[in-house]
Structures are given as structure tokens and as C-alpha cells.
């Protein structure tokens, strides 16, 4: 029996892994500070395009910890929201995220240190268009 090889169906698995040359790179270097014995929010407000998330960072310090939250996360059948605990997270398959979405980070330090720390968001941003 011969197998039939679905080209159309690696063609959009591949869209959604990579970028393709009308996508727009979309990256966030920024630097926050965590006063000491404090919570920070930090917040981040996509526009107009439909963002594939591949990582998001923020330096690791001692008694801090980290919790990302996005909204408007679409998956097959699915949209909704997203937490994360952690200072890193990188995605295989890329987290799609709407325009008009939040990506925010909340900041926990219980040190008695206030630290300067970098964030790095890599995406890229691609208009809404069926394949």
C-alpha cells in the first residue's frame, strides 16, 4: 500500500515552527528593576499582528521568582491564557499569540537586594492570513 504524502499539511506545521520571509521580527530586550522586598509587574502589549512566541527571559537572581502571563493564547480548538513559573521558557512549537494580547511578567523578591534584571522576549509577527 502506498503511503500519500500530505505536502499542504508540512507546509502549515512548518509556517507555525519557523517564520516566513513577510513575517516581522519582533524582539523585546529591556531591563527592570526588582526593589528589594517587592513585587514587580512588568507588562507587554502586542498590536495588530498575530505573534509567535519562541522565548521568553528574564535574568535569574537569588530569592526572586518569576510568573509570565498571556492572554489571548491560540491553539487548535483552544483560546484562552497561559501561566508560567520559571525566568526561562523556550517553545518548540511556537506559542501564537493574538494582537491586542498581554504578555506580563510578575516579579517576586524577597531578598533584601534590589536587582537590575534583562528581559528578552524573541517572537516574530505575522499578519492573519489563511495558507
Not at 508540512?10 to 507555525?16: F, Y
Amino acid at each position: 500500500m502506498e503511503k500519500k504524502f500530505d505536502v499542504e499539511r508540512l507546509i502549515k506545521i512548518l509556517q507555525e515552527v519557523y517564520p516566513i520571509p513577510e513575517d516581522l521580527e519582533a524582539y523585546v530586550g529591556d531591563v527592570v528593576t526588582a526593589p528589594a522586598s517587592a513585587v514587580t509587574t512588568v507588562t507587554y502589549t502586542l498590536k495588530d499582528y498575530f505573534f509567535y512566541v519562541k522565548k521568553l527571559y528574564i535574568d535569574a537572581a537569588a530569592d526572586c521568582s518569576y510568573e509570565w502571563f498571556l492572554n489571548n493564547v491560540l491553539g487548535y480548538g483552544y483560546q484562552g491564557t497561559k501561566t508560567l513559573d520559571g525566568n526561562e521558557h523556550e517553545f518548540l512549537k511556537r506559542l501564537v499569540l493574538k494582537g491586542g494580547s498581554k504578555i506580563q511578567v510578575t516579579i517576586t523578591n524577597t531578598s533584601a537586594s534590589a536587582y537590575d534584571l534583562d528581559i528578552v522576549l524573541e517572537m516574530w509577527a505575522r499578519k492573519w492570513r489563511s495558507f
